[in-house]
């Protein structure tokens, strides 16, 4: 059967839900990319997921947002500690009972709001999105200690979050130095699944024998570095010792990687005209690696879906170990 054939039993999907949501992002400082929505037909994640795995990967099929409604809840504040709340948003795929929580964390001088867009499409495709704020200059390492007590916080005690997560299946996304507090809170045996690290920026002496500790699947899904190089990225996949993947997408800067606003992007001068071109092919190789991690617990179902970006060179400069 082709990949955007319907499964066996057939379900409607709550598209006005979905609608909303699209309609009150388009009433923010800018809309989300343009993305269709999947011919694939699931009445729930587990089905969506056993379809998925039973054919052929392929990222492409990632561009577009997912079968499922979205629910968001803005400005959610979570009790970590007497000392520690964190405020997030909540993307919650609609037709979970339990899901993977995929919890992302921005770089410096960003927010929660620029992963909106990539929390929202990881929900439409089963998975539920905590985009999260913590000081957005540093230190990075330090953040990473907190990360790794947050993630502890929500695995022992899910309700403090949503009671439809699934506390086993935690992921971590970090973009730029938020890469860096997320090495570090897997270094740190925070209990999640793996990592997605959306093009890296190393900082602090401290890295290196905190990625050597990883022992968790990390895929790293970088820029294109003869555009825009990104400070020590090469560390992440030099000192993860196994289980470590790396792709570079062609003509992407290091906003790309994220949600980039008007404001961040006109720092960008020389970076490629079709913005939305690379945002959607970052959140396509991002669902892709964290649907893999989450559906199987390894990178080779992502890694498998990137064969025909590797043949007509949307990706490059891979490698694994």
Not at 43 to 59: F, G, I, M, N, T
Not at 108 to 126: I, P, R, V, Y
């Amino acid at each position: 059967m082709a990949a955007g054939a319907e499964i066996s039993h057939s379900f409607r999907i709550p598209i006005l839900l979905l609608i909303a949501f699209v309609a009150h992002a388009a009433g923010c400082a800018r809309q989300f990319p343009t993305t269709e929505i999947t011919t694939i037909k699931a009445a729930s994640p587990e089905d969506l997921q056993r379809y998925l795995v039973s054919r052929k990967p392929d990222v492409a099929q990632f561009r577009a947002r997912g079968p499922f409604a979205v629910v968001q809840h803005k400005d959610l504040q979570i009790p970590v500690s007497s000392d520690l709340v964190v405020e997030a948003d909540l993307y919650l795929c609609a037709a979970a009972l339990k899901a993977p929580l995929v919890v992302m964390l921005h770089g410096q001088d960003n927010s929660k709001e620029d992963h909106a867009f990539q929390a929202m499409h990881l929900a439409s495709w089963g998975m539920h999105g905590l985009a999260i704020d913590l000081p957005n200059r540093g230190p990075w390492i330090a953040n990473g200690l907190m990360l790794a007590k947050f993630v502890e916080a929500v695995h022992r005690a899910p309700q403090l979050v949503d009671m439809r997560i699934d506390p086993e299946k935690i992921i971590l996304v970090g973009h730029s130095f938020g890469a860096t507090a997320v090495a570090a809170a897997l270094g740190e045996g925070a209990p999640a699944l793996g990592g997605v690290l959306l093009d890296p920026a190393g900082i602090g002496r401290q890295l290196p024998p905190l990625l050597r500790k990883i022992a968790v699947p990390v895929m790293i899904v970088g820029a294109d570095e003869e555009i825009w190089p990104t400070r020590n990225r090469g560390q992440f996949f030099r000192f993860i010792p196994a289980r470590v993947g790396e792709i570079s997408i062609r003509d992407t800067v290091h906003a790309d990687a994220q949600y980039p606003s008007h404001q961040t992007l006109r720092f960008f001068e020389d970076r490629p005209d079709d913005t939305e071109e690379a945002q959607i092919a970052f959140v396509s190789a991002l669902t892709a690696s964290v649907f893999s991690i989450a559906a199987t617990g390894s990178l080779e179902y992502g890694w498998s879906s990137f064969e025909n970006g590797f043949k007509n060179g949307t990706f490059f400069n891979a490698r694994r170990k």
